[in-house]
């Protein structure tokens, strides 16, 4: 049963895990925000991957994952702030968030 | 391996460890195939939140699992929550695009998590023999002014754009 | 268990010296700050108009600083414990965003006049922007390129969603779309980009550079690869590569002309300069492999833009694809992996920037003449205002390859490198990338021909709307031309500042 | 003929070579200069910006007569008048000189552009634009003719296109945006290929890196192998491309009768005229001269090219109704004598080949000139719609004829000095191939006599009765040109002196590279 | 004496110059500044250069024309240079002679013909530059002691024959069956030498190439020696002078209107009159003749060579006399005579003896610019070229008739005129070295060519007039003065200035042929071969032979023609012969479905290629492009997540090709 016990790759194979179904979601939600919300997701999961990264491996600067994980959060928060104004932006104008229906411009 | 070796911490952090992942893939999956209503897909989201912070405190991260809860749970999702209610009429709208893009996407995601597990599994990871323990906030904090400096002071850079930008964009004519 | 960890030693000289060497920066955002300020205390935008020369002016000390660095002895130097190198090749992009920033805001006056709305945050966001940019020109660790390039890709997302004209003229709602593709897509592209550099982390367990390029020897591992790809598939969406590069000619049509301009010089330069930086400085072991895939996206994303750039009919449009190929051809100097295939990058982006700016600047005025930027806008230009029509001209020969502009000379360049590389596959994607110049004629000619073979419909005269924008135009006409012919400073410089890739 | 001391020589070459530019400047500065709303017969005032043309092209064609006269045929193989300067890095310099080769040439194009420019008087639209991009590409063409480094040539090479473009899109014909789109981007892809060869050959010639003509002439590319699949031979081919859409070679001409024919009359003039012989002068200076090796390896494919060219062109002039077309066609077919005399790789073969090109600058510049004078007459192109013209136009008649019997070869015009010795020269190397050309010869003069002769001769149809001849202005930009040809047709030593000189190096360096 | 020879040649150059950019419009003085040089150029061929050459002397000089080589340099070139040069000796001398004199008489003659009713020909200048350049140019035929020159003055002959014949190019075509207007003429004239003088021009290139020089001394001292490529090397089983030599022939056959290519000397006759005299009877023509003798040493160091010449020559002569038989034309029926005699000197130069067909190109040069002027004379009166339409102009033009009558004979070989002397050492010649079967072909030639001559000339002069009083009009299309008495149309004498040159040249006509004849000598033949030269006895027997041929010719012809009224052609009743020959034995038809079908065929058809196929593959490249922009611009959907799914798919391909195929490191 030591293949329960968490290790790196337990805490890599999740962050992955997130990742991709974020991806998933990104692709696939017609909300805007539910993009917003995937988009989290995904970097969650990278999140997972720096801080398991940062306990586990052989390295001279100790916590560096921890501060990327840190700095991705505080960009998150940003990146919700000026995507949601966005959003809200485009609302007021259509009436809509649904991504789908945004494409004046192609070809 | 956990930096412990006593047998019952192991136990209760090996459950933790299931229950939270568990947790976590299944609100994600919820989130982002069946749950239509976004009030719930951010609650579900929160709860894949709350399961990533248990992960940090797993990992001997308990700064970042405080913040985790605090920034993520307390601020961003709030702010979703908040911009899911300013924008009536799209809550319960169908949630899913086509099932082309849909087929798409579920390869491509697919596909990107195949290769990425199978990477992450097989890569021969240089890990270290003793884990280090201790708590991080105070270390955290003096490397945010000496040795991250620099990215500290990008990410108020970016705060302050986000700040502007946010307020010109959503601002009414 | 410890208690905690020993912090690094940071002496207040330390500090100070990372001051210095970030001075342009800080000057660049000061002056956001102060235009930002002196904004909220005026209330009558008559007056605001003053603004734009005191960015312009505080964009010109920040050029002045970088000008000190580089004749104060602090080139090379790096500071943050590694985390900033102010090297030439720094210095060097810099002064082109800075150039551009200023070019771009001095020519931003019929757009922001229009508005008749806030005109002070354009500048405070292109300023804050492009301090995102020269960050990441010199920042030499993957935490500080991050957040960075995060600072532009917001502030670009800002500037795209800028343009309020149509909504006033109820044309559509463009300006607001193109901000929320460029955002999504730029948040999916750094959760990419994320990835891979968490994997490299893991992989090396370092985040500088240096330290990377140290750890990461032999033959790369799976992980390696993965996060290559990665970082590729993150950076290629900031400079447009195929397949990556989808949202271009959205946002450069949707978005306010001037910051189409911004756009299509900063993000691109800037994330030129990262991969130059992040490839060559960090992954100098994996080059074969990336150079491999960098030449096939090469060859992708020239066909592809020079293919759709045939059929536009929208101007911004036709340059957004004719940006794309340009990437195309730069890719090509990536993929020699030779310090003389990034010298030639850099100057490309040189010529790049002033080349496509002259354009920009010339449809920004032509905005009031041409509706919705339409090629048939342009039908007799010659004869509405020749100047203006020889100025189009001039650019899109140079964007072209056609001598004595500096289009021609970097092209030049950047494919003579390639040859050097003395690589089959580059000899013949070099001969394939010709040939898409020579397609490339098509459609730049066919602009060339609307405004000079046609007849104009309407006889009215086109003017450039102030001073400051003409200004700005034959400032980067004069650089279309004289680059190419007395390019070789320039060059020099390039040169130079790629050697610290030590290849 | 004349001392000319070097440093005065040099200075006059770069008057030459810019005086042009300068010209289009000032034209384009100062206007128009009188209203484009003259309507009717054709108006005989000329505008302002045609007589700064006109002066600006006469002073350099004298300057470049100066040139011509002050020249040392004695050592007519080297560079002389030659200005040098450290320009870009990795081994490009302006330099700028002229051998025996390019002093022809040089004239020949100082001559045709004065007497374009001066024959363009009638241009009635945007004449200012018209003459500058007349001057740009003078200085252009100069500039390929007299530089001595690839990467300038290049540049000069490419510089040549936007005015040829944009005067043929502007004041062309009815088709003019086709042909001019087809002429620049069927050029621009061939010149991808000659820029793929001019870095095969700097990266792999000499070291250090150098772009320098004679430098690399120097260098023995056969060290990379020999045939075709080698270096050189891939080199050789990708360069030859390039010029084979300028001169232009089987199968790469189908732009030329559309850009002929949809050109101005003075675009025709110099498209034909000095255009085409940047093709031929490229397939010497460059090719052969700087790949002698692999011009041995390809001289198969280029003797074919030669007599398909000069057959098919002469064949499918004979069925042209246009005499535009006509005389585009021909240009083909005489072209395929210039591609037999390189492809001879003797030094009689490549004088001839030369000549040719001279020859075929003066008499092809002649017969379009012409056409454009009996156009601005008649308003027509077509044979069949035309007749007895020469009872009304004896100027016109004689010279027109005068053109055509120097393109058919007549002994005494230019054409005939040209022909004989490339027939002369690739005879020994190609005996069945010369023999095939020469006989395209009385195919020429086929097409040439019962065309003009079905406009010029027969009873003058009552429509065309009130026309009139030339003017003056029209008789000296013409008559230039028909006395070079008769000039050369007599006295060939006037040329030939400077250019067996001119050739010879590349003669000696293509049988030393055959003995490699 | 070159110098003389050089005076000789530039008059009429300078004459042609000063005319056309000085007296042009001054029409007297043109014509008076033309006359004036060719009467000095004749003046002294005849009493400077011909005395000259008969004491024995030989002068020349070479100048470098076309460098071909650069100072300092021997290799790649047989010589450096391309030389020119001009040299007197007997043959040039004599040639010398009939084209001066000739040229001024013809001149002389213009003048006045060229008037019409009073008026000057608008062109009246021009068709004196014209003259003056074509004599300078046959001059350099005759002078050029280097092919290269000879063909550059061949090439310039041409040309004047192209602009003489079309002299009128703005007429149509005169009434008849396949007459063409004279430009079309005039092209047809030129074209058809062109394809004789392609081949001359590969005999010069083959001649440089192998011989290593065009000087024709050089290339003699070559025949002497055997030596040089020319005779080593050796093609299809003959050595490589035999093949420079049919190249030469071909420009001599095109130039001297020899089968196959004699289809443009009857339509020639479209030009005026004087130069159907000057050019295609006594000197143009001729020129082919006088090729072959100018090379002659290097035609008889291959046998094969001669043999052609001899052939083609004979059976020329024979063909052509056949064809004028059947031809109402009266300058036609003198050209295809022209066409014939002209065979009789290449027969004679084939059957070995270059004095024999050299001689008969002289007595032949004189005779038949006579007859032509006589013609032009009568034509000039009535006309009409036709000479159904003529008839009984005896009376109204003696000095015509006489002398017509005088050239007729001589023509025709009656004894003891000019002709009778030089056709006789043709037949010799060919009796000599030619064969029974060319022989006769000679002999029937002459019956024939005495029939023909003679028919034309009893139609002409004999008889009532029965031209329509309304058809007679004048060459300009004026109606002629119609003379009640007569009830013919203004019929008068030419003036003296037309009758003049006749009467002078119906003095040669008789006598010119007693200098080569054994009466005088051989002086003719031991001037041209000088020691060479050997007596050969007098065939008395073919001399009688040839005279009764002559004779029962001209009795034939008086008994169908000129003892009844000619209402119908009497050879109709050859039925289809007649036609055929008639019309020429369809040769120019078969010719123009050559050109027309096969030729501009192939034009039209590559132009077809050309434009269909080539261009459109090009512009389907072009086009290939434009569909690829379309096809890839759907991708462009608009839709952000599509754009995502592209973006993270691509990603996706990548990763797995890189991660899972070892792409670069094996």
């Excluded at chain 3, 354009?359 to 020749?386: C, E, H, K, N, V």
């Excluded at chain 4, 350099?60 to 006269?69: E, G, K, N, S, Y």
């Excluded at chain 4, 080698?230 to 070679?249: C, N, R, T, W």
């Excluded at chain 4, 065309?464 to 028909?482: Q, Y």
Aim: with cysteine; charged share 10%.
């Amino acid at each position: 049963m030591d293949f329960l016990v968490p290790g790196l790759r337990h805490f890599l194979v999740l962050g992955s895990i997130l990742f991709s179904l974020g991806m998933y979601g990104v692709l696939s939600r017609r909300n805007a925000i539910g993009i917003l919300l995937s988009i989290e997701l995904m970097l969650n999961g990278v999140n997972l991957l720096f801080v398991a990264f940062a306990r586990y491996l052989t390295t001279q600067q100790e916590l560096a994952g921890q501060m990327f994980a840190i700095f991705i959060i505080t960009q998150a928060a940003a990146e919700a702030a000026v995507g949601l104004a966005i959003i809200i932006a485009i609302y007021r104008q259509r009436r809509t968030v649904q991504v789908d229906q945004l494409d004046l411009m192609k070809g | 391996m956990l930096g412990t070796t006593d047998p019952f911490q192991t136990f209760v952090a090996t459950l933790t460890f299931w229950i939270g992942a568990v947790a976590s893939i299944a609100a994600a999956y919820l989130m982002v195939v069946s749950i239509k209503n976004m009030i719930r897909a951010a609650l579900a989201l929160t709860t894949v939140l709350g399961g990533v912070a248990t992960m940090y405190a797993l990992l001997g991260a308990d700064f970042l699992a405080a913040a985790q809860l605090v920034v993520y749970v307390g601020a961003i999702m709030v702010l979703i929550i908040f911009a899911i209610f300013m924008t009536p009429g799209q809550i319960d709208v169908p949630g899913l695009v086509g099932s082309r893009q849909r087929l798409g996407a579920m390869l491509v995601s697919l596909g990107v998590g195949v290769i990425s597990i199978w990477v992450v599994i097989r890569e021969p990871w240089k890990e270290r023999t003793t884990l280090l323990d201790l708590p991080t906030a105070e270390s955290i904090g003096g490397l945010m002014l000496t040795r991250y400096v620099l990215p500290f002071e990008i990410a108020s850079i970016l705060l302050t754009v986000a700040l502007i930008g946010a307020i010109v964009i959503a601002r009414e004519e | 268990m410890q208690t905690s960890l020993p912090l690094p030693n940071v002496t207040p000289e330390d500090l100070l010296l990372g001051l210095t060497l970030l001075a342009p920066v800080l000057v660049v955002i000061a002056t956001a700050i102060v235009v930002l300020v002196i904004d909220l205390i005026i209330t009558d935008w008559l007056s605001r108009r003053p603004l734009m020369w005191i960015s312009a002016l505080g964009l010109l000390g920040a050029l002045g600083a970088c000008a000190l660095l580089w004749t104060g002895g602090y080139v090379g130097k790096t500071a943050f414990g590694g985390f900033l190198a102010l090297d030439a090749f720094a210095l060097f992009f810099q002064a082109l965003f800075i150039v551009a920033a200023i070019l771009v805001i001095l020519s931003a006056t019929t757009f922001a006049n229009r508005e008749e709305v806030i005109e002070a945050e354009f500048y405070v966001m292109v300023m804050l922007s492009t301090s995102g940019l020269m960050l990441m020109a010199s920042g030499n660790e993957l935490m500080s390129i991050y957040l960075a390039l995060e600072v532009t890709s917001l502030s670009l997302a800002f500037l795209a969603a800028w343009n309020k004209r149509d909504a006033i003229a109820g044309q559509g709602l463009k300006s607001t779309e193109a901000a929320i593709k460029f955002f999504l897509l730029s948040a999916m592209s750094t959760s990419v980009l994320l990835y891979g550099m968490a994997l490299l982390y893991g992989i090396t367990g370092a985040t500088t550079l240096a330290d990377i390029s140290r750890v990461l020897t032999g033959a790369p591992s799976p992980a390696a690869l993965l996060s290559v790809t990665m970082l590729i598939a993150g950076l290629g969406f900031k400079i447009a590569a195929a397949p990556f590069q989808l949202w271009t000619p959205d946002v450069y049509q949707g978005a306010a002309t001037p910051a189409t301009a911004f756009f299509s010089v900063g993000s691109k330069a800037a994330g030129f300069a990262v991969i130059l930086r992040i490839f060559n400085g960090a992954l100098p072991s994996i080059s074969p492999e990336w150079a491999v895939l960098f030449g096939v996206l090469a060859f992708i994303t020239m066909t592809v833009g020079n293919l759709i750039a045939i059929v536009q009919t929208n101007i911004k449009r036709l340059m957004a694809y004719s940006s794309i190929t340009h990437v195309g051809y730069m890719l090509i100097g990536l993929a020699t992996t030779k310090g003389e295939g990034s010298s030639a990058v850099m100057f490309y982006l040189l010529a790049y920037t002033f080349t496509n700016l002259a354009a920009f600047i010339i449809i920004t005025i032509m905005a009031d003449y041409a509706p919705d930027d339409d090629i048939a806008g342009y039908t007799g230009l010659a004869q509405r205002s020749p100047l203006l029509a020889l100025g189009l001209t001039v650019a899109l020969l140079s964007l072209a390859g056609i001598p004595p502009f500096v289009g021609f000379f970097a092209k030049l360049y950047l494919f003579l490198a390639a040859i050097q590389a003395g690589s089959v596959g580059l000899q013949v994607l070099v001969i394939w990338a010709l040939i898409m110049s020579a397609v490339s004629l098509y459609y730049y000619g066919r602009v060339i021909h609307a405004m000079w073979m046609r007849e104009s419909l309407e006889p009215a005269p086109v003017r450039a709307a102030s001073f400051s924008q003409g200004l700005a135009l034959a400032a980067s006409l004069v650089g279309v031309v004289l680059f190419g012919i007395a390019g070789r400073p320039f060059l020099d410089a390039a040169v130079s500042a790629s050697t610290i890739f030590g290849r | 003929m004349i001392a000319l001391s070097p440093d005065l020589g040099r200075v006059i070459l770069q008057l030459v070579l810019w005086l042009p530019l300068v010209g289009a400047l000032v034209v384009a500065l100062i206007g128009n200069g009188r209203s484009a709303t003259l309507t009717g017969e054709a108006p005989l005032v000329t505008s302002r910006a045609w007589r700064w043309a006109t002066g600006f092209a006469a002073i350099t064609f004298i300057l470049a007569a100066w040139l011509f006269l002050g020249f040392d045929t004695s050592h007519a193989s080297n560079y002389q008048f030659e200005t040098r300067l450290s320009w870009l890095p990795f081994g490009s310099d302006y330099r700028i000189g002229v051998d025996g080769l390019s002093m022809p040439l040089v004239a020949l194009n100082a001559l045709l552009s004065l007497s374009a420019i001066a024959g363009s008087w009638r241009i009635t639209t945007r004449q200012s634009t018209y003459f500058s991009l007349f001057l740009i590409l003078e200085s252009a063409v100069f500039g390929v003719f007299t530089a001595s480094d690839l990467f300038l040539f290049f540049l000069f090479w490419e510089l040549e296109l936007i005015p040829m473009f944009l005067i043929i899109g502007i004041w062309g014909g009815a088709r003019r945006e086709y042909a001019a789109f087809k002429f620049i981007l069927y050029t621009v892809a061939g010149s991808a290929f000659m820029l793929v060869g001019i870095f095969l050959i700097a990266y792999f010639g000499p070291r250090p890196l150098t772009f320098g003509i004679p430098e690399i002439a120097q260098f023995n590319f056969s060290q990379y192998g020999t045939g075709i699949a080698s270096l050189g031979g891939l080199a050789f081919i990708l360069l030859f491309i390039g010029f084979a859409v300028k001169v232009p070679v089987f199968p790469f001409h189908t732009w030329l009768p559309d850009a002929h024919v949809e050109a101005p009359t003075a675009g025709s003039v110099m498209l034909a005229g000095v255009l085409l012989k940047m093709g031929g002068y490229g397939l010497l200076r460059l090719c052969v001269t700087l790949l002698p090796q692999a011009a041995h390896d390809w001289q198969w494919l280029l003797i074919i090219l030669a007599v398909v060219n000069s057959i098919y062109g002469a064949l499918v002039a004979l069925a042209q109704t246009d005499l535009k077309k006509m005389i585009a066609n021909s240009s083909i077919s005489h072209m395929g004598y210039v591609i037999l005399g390189i492809a001879a790789l003797t030094q009689v073969g490549f004088h001839g080949a030369l000549l040719v090109m001279l020859a075929h600058g003066l008499y092809s510049g002649l017969l379009f000139s012409m056409v454009g004078l009996v156009y601005d007459r008649t308003h027509t192109r077509e044979v069949s719609a035309m007749s007895g013209l020469a009872a009304r136009m004896p100027f016109i008649a004689t010279v027109f004829m005068l053109a055509g019997l120097a393109s058919l070869g007549l002994p005494g015009l230019a054409g005939f000095v040209a022909e004989f010795t490339t027939f002369i020269g690739a005879y020994g190397v190609f005996p069945l191939a010369t023999i095939l050309c020469v006989c395209t010869i009385a195919i020429t003069a086929g097409y040439i006599l019962w065309r003009l002769g079905a406009v010029l001769f027969g009873p003058l149809s009552p429509e065309w009765a009130t026309l009139g001849d030339a003017i003056w202005r029209e008789r000296i930009a013409v008559g230039m040109l028909a006395a070079a040809t008769l000039l050369i047709g007599v006295v060939p030593s006037v040329v030939a002196d400077m250019s067996a000189g001119g050739v010879a190096p590349i003669a000696n360096a293509v049988a030393q590279g055959g003995q490699r | 004496m070159v110098q003389t020879a050089a005076t000789i040649l530039l008059l009429p150059l300078l004459a042609f110059v000063l005319i056309v950019f000085v007296t042009r419009k001054n029409q007297p003085l043109s014509a008076w500044l033309s006359i004036i040089a060719m009467g000095l150029s004749a003046l002294q061929a005849i009493f400077l250069v011909l005395p000259f050459v008969m004491s024995g002397g030989t002068d020349h000089y070479e100048w470098q024309w076309l460098r071909l080589l650069p100072n300092g340099v021997t290799q790649g070139a047989p010589e450096g240079f391309l030389r020119l040069g001009i040299g007197v000796d007997a043959l040039a001398a004599i040639m010398l002679v009939v084209v001066t004199s000739v040229s001024f008489l013809v001149q002389v003659y213009s003048r006045s013909y060229m008037i019409e009713h009073g008026h000057r020909d608008p062109g009246y200048s021009r068709f004196f530059a014209y003259l003056s350049l074509f004599t300078f140019s046959m001059l350099v035929v005759v002078l050029a002691n280097n092919l290269l020159f000879l063909f550059i003055g061949w090439e310039l002959v041409g040309l004047c024959s192209y602009l003489l014949i079309g002299f009128w190019f703005d007429r149509t075509a005169r009434r008849g069956v396949h007459l063409l207007p004279p430009w079309v003429a005039a092209k047809k004239a030129f074209l058809t030498t062109r394809v004789g003088d392609v081949g001359f021009l590969i005999g010069l290139i083959v001649l440089w190439n192998r011989g290593g020089t065009l000087q024709l001394d050089e290339l003699f001292a070559q025949v002497e020696h055997q030596t040089g490529s020319l005779f080593q090397a050796s093609l299809l089983g003959q050595p490589v002078i035999f093949w420079a030599c049919l190249c030469l022939f071909a420009g001599a056959v095109g130039k001297s209107g020899q089968f196959p290519l004699h289809v443009w000397l009857p339509d020639a006759m479209e030009g005026p009159t004087p130069v159907s005299a000057l050019i295609h009877a006594a000197t143009m023509v001729a020129a082919g003749v006088y090729l072959v003798a100018r090379t002659y040493p290097l035609f008889e160091a291959s046998h094969g060579a001669l043999t052609v010449v001899a052939v083609i020559g004979g059976f020329t002569a024979i063909f052509a006399a056949t064809m004028g038989l059947a031809s109402n034309d009266i300058k036609r029926v003198l050209a295809y005579s022209t066409v014939s005699q002209l065979g009789y000197m290449m027969l004679a130069l084939g059957a070995g003896s270059l004095a024999a067909g050299m001689f008969h190109l002289f007595t032949h040069a004189f005779f038949k610019a006579l007859l032509f002027l006589a013609a032009g004379s009568v034509i000039h009166a009535v006309g009409t070229n036709d000479i159904g339409e003529m008839g009984g102009l005896r009376k109204f033009m003696p000095r015509t008739y006489f002398t017509m009558a005088i050239g007729g004979l001589s023509l025709a070989g009656f004894p003891f005129f000019s002709g009778f002397w030089s056709k006789d050492d043709v037949l010799v010649a060919t009796a000599n070295g030619g064969g029974p079967l060319l022989l006769a072909f000679a002999l029937i030639t002459v019956f024939l060519t005495a029939f023909y001559t003679f028919r034309m000339f009893f139609l002409t002069f004999h008889g009532q007039f029965r031209g329509p009083v309304e058809a007679a009009i004048d060459t300009h299309g004026h109606p002629a003065e119609i003379d009640a008495e007569t009830h013919s149309a203004g019929l008068h004498e030419s003036d003296f200035w037309m009758t003049g040159p006749l009467i002078i040249l119906a003095i040669p006509a008789v006598v010119i042929g007693f200098w080569g004849s054994p009466f005088g000598n051989h002086g003719f033949q031991r001037l041209l071969e000088g020691n060479a030269f050997v007596e050969t006895s007098v065939n008395l027997p073919l001399a009688a032979v040839s005279s009764v041929l002559a004779i029962a010719g001209i009795g034939t012809a008086w008994l169908v023609y000129g003892t009844r009224a000619y209402v119908s052609e009497p050879l109709l009743r050859f039925g289809a012969l007649y036609r055929i020959v008639n019309r020429r034995y369809y040769i120019d038809e078969f010719y123009m479905w050559l050109i027309d079908k096969v030729v501009i065929g192939a034009g039209y058809a590559l132009a077809i290629f050309d434009r269909q196929v080539l261009d459109r593959i090009v512009n389907g490249i072009a086009a290939a492009f434009a569909v690829g922009g379309r096809a890839l611009r759907t991708s462009q959907t608009g839709r952000v997540q599509n754009y995502g799914l592209v973006l993270f798919g691509g990603m996706a391909v990548i990763a797995v090709v890189v991660v899972l195929v070892p792409l670069v490191r094996p």
